[in-house]
Every structure is written in C-alpha cells, then in structure tokens.
C-alpha cells in the first residue's frame, strides 16, 4: 500500500499532546529500578533543540600523544617519560601532532591521611618532591611538559582502588601505607583530586578508569584476605542487567562536573575508561571526550581485530568532542613491532581513519627510522584530525575484507581496503563505495607511496593478507546539490537509539585473551552495542531495505529513536523511509522531523510491508534537526526502520 506524502504540520503542540511514555532505552536495569523510574518522566523522544553531545573540554579532534601503560605498565618513572617527551619533540612527531604526554597507572604513592591529599611516587617523579615528604607537586613535572610545548595527562580510577590494586602482581610499584593511605581513586574525593590534578598541578588530561567499582567486592580475594576494604561492584563485565548503570554514570558525571569546576581553560581531556561496559555506549558520549568501547588491547593482531570490532559499526556514535576509544596504539611491539610493519600500518591506519585517539604506547628510545616514520605519517594524521570530525563508514563488510570511506570537510573522501584474512584478495572499490558518479573520473592518492591513479567506475586493487590500503579521493559527488547523512556521522548524534535492553554485539572478533588463554568458555565482548544505530545499514549491519527496495544511503536505527542533526547552512531535508525488511515485528510506526524543537513533517503509521514514504522538509535556518521515530504500542524486540537516503539539500 502507498502511504500518503509527508504532511507539514504547523505546531508542536499538538504533536507534542500525542507523546506517549516511551520505555527509557538503555538505561533501564534490573539493580536500579529507581533511576529507570526517572528517566521515563522525561520522554526521550521528546524533541529538545539541541545538540547533547558532549562539547565541554579541548578535543575538537582526537587526542593524539603518547601514554606510559603499553611501554611500561606500572613500572613508570620521570626519566623514562621525559625520554619519551623529549623523542616527541626530536623526532618530530609532537609537530606532526602527538603533544599529550600521558601518565598511567603507576605514578601514585599514597593519600595522605587524614586530608585525603594525593602524594606523588617521589622515588619515580623525584621532580615532585619538596622539603615535607607529604606534601608533593606535580607542578614542576607538567611546567616541564608545558615548557616543551607539550601537554600533559594523569590516570585515577572511578571507585576507592585501582586497576594495578586489582590486577597488578608487583607490590612495589602500587600505592604504599596503610588501608585509607592506599586509596588513591576518586571515589570520596572526586573534587578534591580533580582540583589538585587541574588547578594545582596543571594537568590537562584525566583518564578514570573503573575497576575501582568492578573488582573489589567482598569475596576477591585481595578484599578477602584485608588488603582492601569492599566496596560492593556497580559493574559487572559480563552483564548489563547486573551492573547499576545510574550509579555508575553519575559518578562519572561527577568527574565531568568538577573538570568543569576546577579546569582553568577549560583545557582538558577526560578519558573514560569503562570497556564498553555499563551501556556507556549510550552515556559516554554525553559525558566524557573519548570513552573506551572494548577490553585492553594487546600487541596481538586479533586482540587489535576484537578492538576495532567495537568501534568499526559505531560511526554514529562519534562526534567532535567525544570520540570511540578502541585503547591505545601498540605500534612498535609484539605482531606490530619492526618486523611485522605491515601489521603496524594496518593497526595505525584503522585507528587514523575511525577517528580513534592516536595514543603511542611504545618506549621512544626503542623506534627505529621505519615506525617513526609510520607514526608521523601525514596523510593518514590528517584523516584522523580532519576539523569535521566524521568516523569512517564501512561500506563493505566481511570476515575477510572490509572497506572503509570517510568523508574529509573539504569534500574528498578517504578510503582503507583492509584485509583481515589469510590470503591476497582482488579487492573491487566502486564509485558507489564513495558515493561519487561513476561515469566522471576518481582520483586516488596512495597515502603509503604518494603514488596517484585515476578510474571511473570501478578499480580492483590486490591487498596482501592483513594489509591496508588507504587512499585519498576525489571525484564528482553523486549528490551533487546535497550530502547523505551517513557520509556525516560527525554532524549525527543518537540521542536515543531504541536499544530496548542493552545486549552484547556478536559481530566482534572473539580472540583468545593472552592473559586466560583457552582455559574457559571465551571472553563476552563487554561493548554492549548490538542494535545501535547505523550508518548505511541496519542496526544489525544488513543492508537498509524496504518493500525489497535497497537504500545504499541511508540512517538505520531502531523504532522508539531521537537522532539529533547539525544543521549548517542546507535548506531542504528528505528521506525515503519505512520498516526495514529484516523486522521481526510489524509496527506500526510513525516519522517525524523537527526543526530546533517545533515539527516540521511527519507521515501516518507505517506498517511492515508498506512501500517506501517519502518525507521532506523546509529546515532553512534550522540548527538542530531531529529525527524521531515513534512505535505504536509495544514494538517488541526488533522493529528496525530506515531513514532511506536520509540527506540534507541546498
Ligand atoms: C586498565 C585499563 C588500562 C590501563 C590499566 C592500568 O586495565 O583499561 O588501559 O590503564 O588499567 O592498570
């Protein structure tokens, strides 16, 4: 049956009267009924004019620099990271980008009792020390930092221990003293460390980790035996329904807040470290500037495939301000040491183009001519920093071949031919890939080699087993007059996204985890980002499809979804949208976009098997476009709709 054309509506108001309570998505738990209770007071799909990703803080673009943990772990000192620093600078990666210099785990030695202030490890930092062994200053170490022209970055963890206190096997490098003096995390004292880590000693990066809230409950064994107080977990790794997903936002809203507070330019990172655990697919973004979306990576070519698994589908979900966090690069060691570049290249150009911060974990001293050379590569830094800040898309996807495209705010596109498999693969780019014309001539410039070459249509390229191809390219837009929204996931921000239970995504790479090996079952990826919003496919990656129709382009979101859109500058939006054929629920749904809060169209319900329904409209001066998608009734597990062809006009 076709459905009537969109019909312009003047007021919200009366949209607004047909609001029915919605279940709140994502942040509903079994361990806090309450905080759920709260969130459908506010029905999420309720338009609100305005742009909720988070915008606070300094990272436009992604982090770039270098970090202490894959280089040393807990054994850090002054010298080893002031060699690295000083490397930055001689070698010229700090111009090619990389300017935080960033602690991690390791540079604390206790609180001080009973004011609770964080004294600094003075046999590792002797920089920090004064006359009064308790009373320490970073301040000379980050003035050293800021004198070179650097940035940098401290480590905490979110609850009263730490990771190395939960993890760590060699006592002399975690925090000393007795049972309060080794409490060094946040928890208790987040305003007080966020002062001292900004205001006082100039920091301008924090990372929070969270094992803090997820390891020390009664029964481990370290709590157990008295070596720490319990403090019952809000986290657990293997299942959202058990982790108290409010309590945990809030207290890493709480560090936000206090950055806001004590952070004198507003000059800050703030890293959130919780593996995608604790639905911070839905959060994060909201909070923090890079949130990490998977385990600790390892130098192991299929820990780094389980890591990119985790952000490779989540264009979406990063948007300048606030980034995906596949963790830190392990370029330099182990499959991506000297002897493996091709792995490196592969690592480097998947984390450059998914817009991932660039963190070095690797002891400088160590890097020959050849990584650096790969690390300062400026082709692939610039897709990483482009100012427009959009995630590369996959556009093909399979166990063996993927293929990225990235859209670059001066109209180029960047491509990656990634071979994740065995052997050599032909591997066929098409204009469509691009989204240019395919009967005007592409032109591609090997971002390895400088090399150029042109095609129409399509050009097949052999790509080695775990090789990487990248490419900047430029050609005749197939969308002459406008852009497809999912070429823009940086202008997109999924306010709501429907997930109607956070569950975990089934498509990343299960590898063996070095430190279990095979004993168990196999480690659960802990994202829970299955049924998240996509761009140019399905919430569950198939193709967008209504009534049999393709849509190459096109949002692909769950019903009972808010999408927020930066508006600059176009007049006209429209989409071709309906149920996607892969539901496994009939609807009926209805559309609508918003201008800065007011309707401007909507269509009738729309039921599975309908065709295809257009929807337009007038956003001229329009900032905040939303787009909404409302189910009638319950609309059971899987209801996926298509905003088809999705795009904004002059
Ligand atoms: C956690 C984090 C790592 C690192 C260690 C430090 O495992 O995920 O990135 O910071 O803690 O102990």
Not at 367 to 380: I, R
Request: hydrophobic letters at 40%.
């Amino acid at each position: 049956m076709q459905r009537s054309h969109a019909r312009h509506v003047a007021s919200t108001a009366a949209l607004r009267s047909l609001v029915i309570s919605v279940t709140a998505a994502g942040t509903v738990t079994l361990a806090a009924p309450a905080a759920a209770k709260d969130k459908s007071a506010t029905d999420p799909l309720v338009a609100t004019g305005r742009w909720t990703a988070n915008e606070a803080g300094n990272a436009p673009v992604p982090p770039m620099g270098w970090n202490s943990w894959n280089a040393f772990f807990y054994d850090i000192d002054e010298e080893k990271v002031m060699a690295s620093a000083r490397i930055l600078l001689d070698t010229g990666l700090a111009d090619a980008g990389y300017r935080y210099v960033n602690l991690d785990d390791g540079w604390w030695h206790h609180r001080r009792q009973p004011d609770g202030r964080m004294v600094v490890h003075t046999e590792r930092f002797p920089s920090a020390r004064t006359d009064d062994p308790e009373q320490t200053d970073f301040r000379p170490f980050t003035d050293g930092l800021h004198a070179l022209g650097l940035k940098a970055g401290i480590y905490s963890d979110i609850g009263r221990n730490t990771c190395g206190q939960a993890y760590g096997s060699d006592d002399a490098n975690l925090p000393q003293g007795t049972l309060e003096e080794r409490e060094v995390g946040l928890f208790g004292h987040i305003d007080q460390d966020i002062e001292l880590y900004f205001a006082e000693w100039g920091f301008d990066y924090v990372k929070v980790d969270g094992c803090g809230i997820r390891a020390f409950g009664a029964d481990a064994p370290r709590v157990a035996a008295g070596t720490y107080r319990p403090l019952e977990p809000l986290i657990d790794m293997n299942s959202v329904a058990r982790t108290d997903i409010p309590a945990v936002r809030s207290l890493f809203t709480d560090v936000s807040e206090a950055l806001h507070r004590h952070s004198p330019d507003q000059d800050y990172v703030f890293s959130v470290c919780l593996w995608g655990s604790s639905d911070v697919r839905f959060w994060g973004k909201q909070v923090g500037n890079v949130s990490r979306t998977s385990n600790d990576i390892t130098p192991d070519w299929t820990r780094m495939l389980t890591n990119f698994d985790t952000t490779v589908t989540r264009a979406l979900y990063a948007q300048p301000g606030s980034w995906n966090d596949p963790d830190m690069l392990f370029v330099g060691q182990g499959d991506f040491d000297a002897d493996h570049m091709k792995e490196a290249r592969s690592h480097f150009a998947l984390w450059a183009i998914t817009n991932a911060p660039l963190l070095i974990g690797y002891d400088l001293r160590e890097a020959n001519a050849d990584q650096v050379t790969l690390l300062s590569n400026e082709g692939l830094i610039a897709l990483n920093q482009d100012e427009g800040g959009h995630q590369a898309v996959p556009v093909f996807l399979s166990e063996d071949v993927q293929i990225l495209v990235k859209t670059l705010s001066d109209g180029d596109k960047a491509v990656a031919l990634f071979n994740r498999g065995f052997a050599p693969v032909d591997v066929v780019l098409t204009a469509d890939h691009l989204k240019m014309r395919d009967d005007a001539p592409i032109r591609l410039t090997d971002l390895w080699t400088g090399e150029t070459s042109e095609f129409r249509d399509e050009i097949e390229h052999k790509v080695d087993a775990r090789e990487t191809l990248v490419f900047r390219a430029e050609g005749s837009r197939a969308l002459p007059d406008g852009i497809y929204l999912s070429e823009v996931p940086g202008d997109v921000n999924v306010a709501e996204d429907g997930v109607p239970f956070p569950t975990n995504d089934p498509t990343i790479h299960h590898g063996i985890i070095p430190w279990t090996g095979t004993r168990g079952a196999y480690e659960l990826p802990t994202y829970a980002g299955w049924g998240g919003a996509q761009a140019d496919r399905t919430p569950f990656s198939q193709p967008l499809r209504i009534g049999g129709i393709v849509f190459d382009s096109g949002l692909g979101v769950l019903a009972n979804s808010r999408l927020e859109v930066r508006n600059e500058g176009f007049e006209r939006f429209a989409a071709n949208v309906g149920i996607d054929d892969s539901a496994a629920s009939a609807g009926p749904v209805r559309f609508e976009v918003y201008g800065d809060g007011s309707l401007l169209a909507s269509t009738e319900a729309i039921a599975f098997g309908d065709s295809v329904t257009p929807i337009e409209a007038d956003v001229d001066g329009v900032r905040v476009i939303e787009l909404v998608v409302r189910a009638e009734g319950t609309p059971g597990l899987s209801l996926p709709v298509v905003w088809g062809n999705a795009r904004l006009l002059r």
